[in-house]
């Protein structure tokens, strides 16, 4: 599978089987996470336990408190760490996909039953659940092409493969509070329209557009 076929197969999943991640998945996870850390400057963290991490009310009701693990998602704390965040975090909920585990982004969770360490300039932001779902998710309702683009003229195809990718990411509540604009000299912008966990969405858009774009558009952050 890849990344391509990941974004479209892949859904939020909030049920989980009691089932634990297999241990050569761990390795291949945290040697992903690695990678990212690096990449990213971040320092993103498998749980293999997520204990009570998703013990609120809320989460027993969305069904998260049935996750067995959890991806912490932590980072110096900066004004670019949310999309940080989003990007290279998404590129893991990706790899996972192709491994065959299901993910959700979580916002809401115990963040001092996560057990993740934090160092002096961190921040956690968000978590990941992460296992093997009693189902696959469900598609959710998109916005169009149009209501998120800005450009003038004929857009370039690689344009609009990035922009399906993007209306395929997760983003908080469904909100979809982005815009990609195409500039005259093909140049792409993405201009986030406020929001809870905007900035983290962002990230994970910017992600699936190039991915869908099959092109490195720049310096995101």
Known sequence: MNYIEAIKERHSVRNYTPE??????????????????????LHLQLMEDAGNTYNRLLNRAMGLGSAPS?????GPDDDTLEQRIGYYGEKLVLFAQTLGLNTCWAGTFNKKNIG???RNGEKLVISIAIGY?????????SKTMDQVVDAKGERPFWFNNGVEMALLAPTAINQQKFV???????????IDKGGIFSQVD????????????????????
């Open 20 to 41: 634990h991640i297999q241990a050569e998945k761990i390795v291949k996870l945290n040697e992903k996470i690695r990678e990212l850390n690096e990449a990213g400057n």
């Open 70 to 74: 959890v991806i912490a998602c932590v």
């Open 116 to 118: 993740a360490e934090i």
């Open 133 to 141: 779902g009693k189902d696959k998710g469900k598609p959710r309702k």
């Open 180 to 190: 990609i604009k195409l500039n005259e000299d093909q140049s792409v912008e993405f």
């Open 202 to 221: 962002l990230g994970i858009v910017k992600c699936h557009f190039e991915i869908g774009s099959e092109r490195a558009i720049g310096k995101f952050f």
